[in-house]
Structures are given as structure tokens and as C-alpha cells.
């Protein structure tokens, strides 16, 4: 890392943020790749848009006061950061989960920005949540709660200021409630939200859009070598909207996915997770909102793994595979992890959560030879298709599913192509997680420069 990129992390970043563990390593990663960037060009020092890069725009922490069903007063906290807007309006999800706090929020709106930038469409940085945990709670809870934060989020968003989707613990459910609140306090409805209901301006494709995604991309690295996902055996953690439909995906696709997990722990199903078993998840997770161990009783050729926080790894990435696919959280995979997958076999890890990698678990694969697509490129197809919904509702238009798809294809395959071409333009060809973030910086900093110091 060159001079002003440890400057700025070193004497802005960790000293102006301390105790913001998640936002430092997420700095840190992007800095160490556009080092070389900052080495030949001289205008992003001068106009010090590292700088810029790490201060957010806006952040706005708030009281969310809310009645549980017992009638008891309950008091969370909400957050929206609002990181860049340099080329759209702001853009991110909303987390809801009892872990989440500001170094949280603030490393997956960093990510968020380059993430954004590299799907081709006008969309900045955001990202929000609160330390509301949904799980165990009524959908009558669920809902008051939701009024809440929404009573005090909608003075900061707007079609074409900030629009909000889901995340860890905000699926279909929690958006209906939240939307259903702007739109009686606006008085409007409008594309504020993404990930709606189908049926009330929502986008084809946008629930599976994150995994699917994920893995057409791992299908452009695989047919560099005139290779596909089909047949191969993948390990997929989570099981929630971005485990399930890269498992959805893996199985259309003719790969073997052998396991999902939750916090209480992962299945392993030797012989493959099969449309019917995926559907009986689907319903698990979806509807009756049990828990993954329920599949090992119903399916007992799988086996469960109860969660042991006493281990210093995770076994789910000791089984032989081909591709891992994280999607459960960040941090998830540790060098001891890493080295375990290399051990199985594993020559691809595909990012379907953010950051699920600590930062010598990548280094670790990277020296290993096996290919890292960063987060940053894997799960875009996420907010991708969230852009398609900005679209679609501006135009008062609702494409067919096969459009949406055929368009996420298509947008997986630009990422690929700007996430090569700009690790091979800094002589780190095949580094897919040095040219993601080359290829978002650039875009981000030359709209900078352009706009002036704002
Ligand atoms: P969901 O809430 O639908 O599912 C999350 C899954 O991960 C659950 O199975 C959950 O288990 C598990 N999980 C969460 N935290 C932990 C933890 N600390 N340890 C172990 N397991 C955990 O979230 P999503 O599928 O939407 O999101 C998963 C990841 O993908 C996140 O990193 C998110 O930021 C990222 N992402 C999501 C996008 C989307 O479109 N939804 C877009 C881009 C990225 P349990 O039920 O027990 O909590």
C-alpha cells in the first residue's frame, strides 16, 4: 500500500473512526488494491478523494420506540448512511439484526458504492438497518416496528434521493410493511423502495436476483477454461434469500449444492440438495420460519451440524467441493477456513454475502491459486435488479420475467468483463479482487473530479 493510501487509513480512517473494526478491514481492502491507481495518477491526491471516499455524506441515527404484544415499551436504534452519491441517488439495504451497529453499517455502505458503480447503472451508496432482531417476533411486532423506523426514515429518502431494499432480516414481509408506511405518510407512491411485491411495482426476477447472480458470474470465470457449474459440488452457506436461490440456480444448472446453514448450524446432503428438497426450504425459511436442522429430520440421508462457538473454524468448509458460495454474513470464513477449503479441493469462492472472508482468509486462498470474485462483483446482481425496478417504476412499465433475467445475465457479464480488464490494465490479471475495486473507484473518483469538491 503506497504512502497516502496508509495515511489515510492510518491517520483519518482508524483515528477519526476508532472502534469501527468491519469499516477499517473494508477500507483497508480497497486501499491495498488502488494503491497502484493513486501511484499514476497524481488528480485523485491533489483532489484527495480518499478522503472523500471515507467520510459518508449524510449519517442519520435515530430512536425507534415501539409496543411489543405484551404492550411492553420496547427502544431500538435505526441507522441510514448515506455514503456517496456521486453517480446516483443513494442505494443500499436495510439490515435488521441485533449484531448491526454503526462500523457495521458503514462498511457494507462503503462496499455499496463500488458495488454500485460497477452494475452500469446511475445508482450511488447507502445503507441502514437497526439492531432490531425480527426473529421470534409476531408479524404483528414486526410491522409496529417497522412503522416506527419508517416514521422517522421517510424524511431522508425519496425516489430520487435514497431508496432503500432489504438485507439480512428484511425480506418481502418487512418491505411491505415499511413501503405501506411511506406511502401513507408521502401520500405517494412512487419506486422508493426496491424488492416490492410483484404485484404493487415490484421487479421479476429481484428476489432471486442476488444468487442467480452469483452464480452466472462463477459461470464466467469457469468458461475461461472452456469449463460450467454443471456437475460440480458446491458448498453454500445461510440459507436465507441469497443461499436460496443460488441453490435454486446451482440445481437449474446441473452443480451438486450439498449444504446450508443457519445460526444454530449447517446440513450436509452428500447426495445433493434437490428441487424438492429446496422447495420444502423455501418454506422453512419463508413461511413457517423454522430452522435448518428441520431438513435433517425430514430428509435423515442429510446429516445436521449443530453450530459448536467453541471450534475455531467452521466445519461446513472442511467437506470436498469445487466452489464455495458464503451467504450468510461477514467474517464467516477465517484463515483456518480457508486453509480447510483449499484442502477439500475448492479452486473457486464466490461472494454471495459481504465481506464473508476476513482479510487473511482472501490472502490465504489468493496464494493458494484458488480464484476469489469479491463480493463487490458477486452479489451485485442484487442491486442490480433493484435498478431494474428503479426503472421499471419510472416508466410505469413491469418487464417479463425472462427480460429481467436476460438483463441481470447480461449485467453479471459487463461486471466480468470491467472487473478483468481493470485487474489486467494494473498488471494483476486474473485478481478479480483487485479489479472490482479498481473498476468501482475509478468510476466513483472521475465523477468526483467532475463534480467538484462537494
Ligand atoms: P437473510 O436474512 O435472508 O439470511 C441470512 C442467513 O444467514 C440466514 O440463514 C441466517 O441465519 C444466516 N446468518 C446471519 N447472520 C449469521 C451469523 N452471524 N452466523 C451464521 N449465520 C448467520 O439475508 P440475505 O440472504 O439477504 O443476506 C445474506 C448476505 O448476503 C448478507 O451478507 C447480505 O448483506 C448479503 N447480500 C444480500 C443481498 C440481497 O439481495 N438480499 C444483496 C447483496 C448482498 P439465521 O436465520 O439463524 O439468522
Not at 404492550?71 to 435505526?78: L, T
Not at 450439498?258 to 422453512?284: H, M, N, P, Q
Amino acid at each position: 500500500m503506497n504512502k497516502y493510501c496508509r495515511t489515510t487509513l492510518e491517520q483519518v480512517v482508524r483515528v477519526k473512526d476508532p472502534g469501527q473494526p468491519e469499516f477499517h478491514q473494508a477500507v483497508e481492502e480497497v486501499f491495498d488494491s488502488v494503491s497502484p491507481v493513486l501511484d499514476t495518477h497524481s488528480e485523485y491526491r491533489q483532489a484527495r478523494i480518499l478522503e472523500r471516499m471515507v467520510e459518508p455524506e449524510r449519517t442519520v441515527i435515530f430512536r425507534v420506540p415501539w409496543v411489543d404484544d405484551r404492550g411492553e415499551i420496547q427502544v431500538n436504534r435505526g441507522f441510514r448512511l448515506q455514503m456517496s452519491s456521486a453517480i446516483g441517488p443513494y442505494k443500499g439495504g436495510l439490515r435488521f439484526h441485533p449484531s448491526v451497529n454503526l462500523s457495521i453499517i458503514k462498511f457494507l455502505a462503503f462496499e455499496q458504492t463500488f458495488k454500485n458503480a460497477l452494475t452500469t447503472l446511475p445508482m450511488g451508496g447507502g445503507k441502514g438497518g437497526s439492531d432490531f432482531n425480527p426473529k421470534g417476533k409476531s408479524d404483528m411486532e414486526v410491522m409496529r416496528f417497522c412503522q416506527s423506523f419508517m416514521t422517522e426514515l421517510y424524511r431522508h429518502i425519496g425516489p430520487d434521493t435514497d431508496v432503500p431494499a432489504g438485507d439480512i432480516g428484511v425480506g418481502g414481509r418487512e418491505i411491505g410493511y415499511l413501503y405501506g408506511q411511506y406511502k401513507r405518510i408521502r401520500n405517494e407512491f412512487t419506486g422508493t423502495f426496491t424488492g416490492k411485491g410483484l404485484g404493487w411495482g415490484g421487479s421479476h426476477i429481484r428476489p432471486e436476483a442476488t444468487g442467480y447472480g452469483a452464480v452466472y458470474l462463477a459461470g464466467e470465470v469457469l468458461a475461461l477454461k472452456k469449463d460450467s457449474v454443471c456437475g460440480k459440488t458446491c458448498l453454500v452457506s445461510g440459507s436465507g434469500n441469497v443461499a436460496q436461490y443460488t441453490v435454486e440456480k446451482l440445481i437449474q444448472l446441473g452443480a451438486k449444492p450439498v449444504t446450508l446453514s443457519d445460526t444454530g448450524g449447517y446440513i450436509y446432503d452428500e447426495g445433493g440438495i434437490t428441487r424438492e428438497k429446496l422447495d420444502f426450504v423455501l418454506r422453512l425459511k419463508n413461511v413457517t420460519r423454522g430452522r435448518i436442522k428441520e431438513y435433517a429430520e425430514k430428509y435423515p440421508e442429510a446429516v445436521f451440524v449443530p453450530a459448536d462457538p467453541s471450534l475455531e473454524y467452521n466445519p461446513l468448509w472442511t467437506h470436498k467441493a469445487d466452489i464455495a458460495f458464503p451467504s450468510a454474513t461477514q467474517n464467516e470464513i477465517n484463515a483456518t477456513d480457508a486453509a480447510n477449503l483449499v484442502k477439500g479441493g475448492v479452486r473457486l469462492i464466490t461472494e454471495g454475502a459481504n465481506m464473508p472472508c476476513t482479510t487473511a482468509a482472501t490472502v490465504c486462498l489468493m496464494d493458494a491459486g484458488v480464484k476469489v470474485l469479491p463480493a463487490k462483483a458477486a452479489n451485485a446482481g442484487g442491486v442490480a435488479t433493484s435498478g431494474l425496478e428503479m426503472c421499471q417504476n419510472s416508466m410505469r412499465v413491469s418487464w417479463t420475467r425472462e427480460e429481467a433475467d436476460s438483463k441481470l445475465h447480461g449485467i453479471m457479464r459487463a461486471i466480468f468483463r470491467q472487473i478483468t480488464d481493470a485487474a489486467e490494465a494494473y498488471g494483476e490479471k486474473g485478481n478479480y479482487v483487485a479489479g472490482a475495486n479498481i473498476a468501482g473507484f475509478l468510476k466513483v473518483a472521475n465523477a468526483l473530479l467532475d463534480q467538484g469538491v462537494v
